[in-house]
C-alpha cells in the first residue's frame, strides 16, 4: 500500500532503533519478522514497510525488532526466492515448495499428481478434487491469508493440521480445482459427480435446463384434457 508522508526518515523521539511509531503517535511497534530492519530511532510509519527499512532481496530478518541489516539473513538457497523482498513472510517459496508457517521454511511439496504448489501454498490441478472438512476450511483460510501483505492476520499465520488428499474426478472437466475445489457450473457433490439443480444428466455430461418447468406441465395437462376430450368423442 502507498505510505503517508511520516515514513522510515520521519522523527518520533519515543521509537528505538528496531521500532516504528504509527503515524497518529500511538506507541512503538517492532518491524515485522520478514524483510524489515530500523537501524535508526525515532522512526515513524503507517505500517512496517512504510515504518522500517527494507532488508536486501533474498535476505529476511527471522525475528520481529530488527535493528541492524545484518539482521537481515539469507533465504536458504533452496526452496525459496532469491530475487525477491521478502515482504511480510519469511521469503517467497519457489515453485514446487510451500509452506505451513508464514515465517516458517519453505518445503518441497510431495505432489501426488492432483495438487500443484505456488505462491507458497498447495494447491488442486483442474480435474481433482479434495473432500470437504474443517482441517480444509482451516487450511483454505491460512492459504487466503499468505497471499495478503501488512494487512495479514496474525492469527492465520501457521497452519498445523493434516495435508489434504487429492481425487481425480470422473470427469476432469467438472473440476476446476484450486484452493477451494470448486465444481463447474452445473456440477455439484462428491467429486461434482452430480448435477447442480436446473441441470439434467446427458450422458456423461450435465446440460442445462430450458424452457419454463410450470409451462411446460400445463402444456401437458392441456395436451392430455385435448386426447381425453378426443378419445370420448369416439
Request: charged share 15%; aromatic share 8%; proline share 6%.
Amino acid at each position: 500500500s502507498v505510505c503517508s508522508a511520516n515514513n522510515a526518515n520521519c522523527a518520533s523521539q519515543s521509537c528505538a532503533a528496531g521500532e516504528y511509531s504509527a503515524s497518529d503517535g500511538s506507541g512503538c511497534t517492532p518491524c515485522s519478522a520478514g524483510g524489515f530492519y530500523q537501524d535508526v530511532a525515532g522512526a515513524a510509519g503507517d505500517s512496517s514497510h512504510c515504518g522500517c527499512k527494507q532488508c536486501n532481496n533474498g535476505t529476511y530478518s527471522p525475528s520481529p525488532g530488527a535493528a541492524d541489516p545484518t539482521q537481515c539473513v539469507v533465504c536458504p538457497i533452496v526452496g525459496t526466492r532469491l530475487d525477491l523482498p521478502a515482504g511480510y513472510r519469511a521469503c517467497w517459496c519457489q515453485d514446487g515448495y510451500a509452506r505451513t508457517d508464514r515465517f516458517g521454511p519453505c518445503a518441497r511439496c510431495d505432489e501426488d499428481g492432483g495438487t500443484e504448489c505456488r505462491n507458497d501454498v498447495r494447491q488442486l490441478r483442474a480435474g481433482s478434487w479434495w473432500r470437504p472438512s474443517d482441517a480444509l476450511q482451516q487450511y483454505t483460510a491460512f492459504a487466503a491469508d499468505l497471499q495478503k501483505e501488512h494487512d495479514h492476520d496474525p492469527a492465520l499465520a501457521t497452519y498445523t493440521g493434516p495435508v489434504a488428499v487429492s481425487y481425480a474426478c470422473p470427469r476432469p472437466d467438472s473440476c476446476l480445482g484450486g484452493l477451494a475445489s470448486q465444481c463447474a457450473p452445473g456440477y455439484t457433490g462428491v467429486l461434482c459427480s452430480q448435477c447442480d439443480a436446473g441441470f439434467y444428466a446427458s450422458g456423461e455430461e450435465c446440460t442445462e435446463c430450458v424452457g419454463d418447468p410450470a409451462g411446460a406441465a400445463a402444456l401437458m395437462i392441456f395436451l392430455l384434457i385435448v386426447v381425453i376430450g378426443v378419445f370420448c368423442l369416439f
